[in-house]
């Protein structure tokens, strides 16, 4: 029984240190320590042993026992630290390494610019209007004191959807519909796409922008009229800023004008952006023509009205030095990123 007890206690602890989990050796602890280990079966068989070398036997086996259960308690020890290791290596953290950039969305420049335009108009108690992209030849042309056979048609090359429909060429259509649905006093702007059929290149596109604006009132000069643009090309590019009124033709006003800006990338003296000329083109206005007045319903002998057509593409492109109009509609964002912010 005492070579049982030796081999016993070599083969446990072979076994022990061979272990390399902490499952193995919940496994070990079951084999050998459990209610029906082997070390419990040697206790059992105790019965066989003559009663005189039992408690000699007895020691000795719960010596084994206790030898076994610390030499476990040790591995036990040891292999957790070593799980522990693996674990934190696996998990390992750097923190130096620089991190995903969250990106957010920003304003279209146009959308930056128009912003800044509507704030300027609001604060002179003008109302933001919206019209139909789509147009009718009436509201577009017609109601403008251009008819069929006008030669001003020519100025603009429409795009026809069919005999009387038509992708708007400009936003002074919004005039129309304002004064059939408002009375006088008007007061009211009119952001939108506008559509030509021109030939794309660094200052052209199809597709463009203006703010169409429009004053009716009893009293309205020309004066007002300058007072309320030298005013806003004053907020928009400085105080500082020219302004000129140079005389001109639309259909829809009289007398009509076209209102340049003093460069504000060379300061006037000529560059790149002005075409070497010192003055930038931002918008064309005049005094409502007294027809339209009349062809909406609004008395011409009462009261009289300014109108305004802005750019907005030519204001973001020269506010920001953007060489191309195209860069406003492709979308690159590595482009439309730099606004941001
Ligand atoms: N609609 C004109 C254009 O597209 C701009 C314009 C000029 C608008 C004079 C107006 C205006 O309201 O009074 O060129």
């Given at each position: ?117 509507i704030?300027i108009f609001q604060s002179m108690g003008f109302d933001v209007v919206?019209g ?40 002074s259509?919004a005039q129309i519909r304002t004064m059939e649905q408002r009375k006088p006093p008007i007061r009211i702007i009119c ?20 703010v169409e604006g429009l004053v009716v009132d009893k009293n309205i000069t020309m004066c007002d009229l300058k007072g309320v643009l030298?005013q806003f ?19 829809f006003t ?31 206005a005049g005094m409502v023509h007294p027809?339209v007045l009349a062809g909406c319903g609004i008395d011409p002998e009462v009261y009289s009205g300014f109108a305004f ?33």
């Amino acid at each position: 029984m005492k070579a049982q007890v030796e081999s016993l206690r070599t083969a446990a602890l072979g076994a022990l240190a061979e272990l390399e989990t902490l499952k193995e050796l919940e496994e070990f602890r079951v084999r050998y320590l459990g209610k029906k280990g082997e070390v419990t079966a040697l206790l059992r068989g105790m019965g066989a042993v003559p009663a005189e070398e039992r408690p000699a036997m007895g020691q000795l086996i719960n010596q084994l026992r206790s030898e076994l259960e610390s030499a476990l308690e040790a591995k036990e020890t040891a292999l957790s630290s070593l799980q522990k290791a693996a674990q934190l290596k696996a998990e390992t953290l750097d923190v130096t390494m620089p991190g995903k950039a969250q990106t957010t969305g920003g304003l279209h420049p146009l959308n930056i610019v128009l912003a800044d335009l509507i704030d300027i108009f609001q604060s002179m108690g003008f109302d933001v209007v919206d019209g139909p992209e789509v147009e009718t030849d009436h509201y577009c042309f017609e109601a403008l004191n251009v008819p069929k056979d006008h030669p001003a048609r020519d100025m603009q090359d429409t795009f026809y959807l069919g005999e009387n429909l038509l992708l708007r060429t400009q936003t002074s259509a919004a005039q129309i519909r304002t004064m059939e649905q408002r009375k006088p006093p008007i007061r009211i702007i009119c952001p939108g796409r506008v559509f030509r059929a021109d030939e794309v290149d660094a200052t052209h596109s199809p597709v463009f922008h203006q703010v169409e604006g429009l004053v009716v009132d009893k009293n309205i000069t020309m004066c007002d009229l300058k007072g309320v643009l030298e005013q806003f090309a004053h907020e928009i590019y400085g105080p500082d800023t020219k302004v000129r009124f140079r005389p001109s033709f639309f259909p829809f006003t009289e007398p009509s004008v076209e209102v340049d800006v003093s460069c504000s990338a060379c300061g006037g003296t000529g560059c790149r952006v002005c075409k070497g000329n010192g003055w930038i083109e931002i918008l064309g206005a005049g005094m409502v023509h007294p027809n339209v007045l009349a062809g909406c319903g609004i008395d011409p002998e009462v009261y009289s009205g300014f109108a305004f057509g802005i750019g907005l593409d030519r204001l973001t492109t020269t506010r920001y030095k953007i060489s191309d109009i195209r860069l406003l509609f492709e979308n690159d964002q590595r482009f439309l990123e730099q606004f941001n912010g």
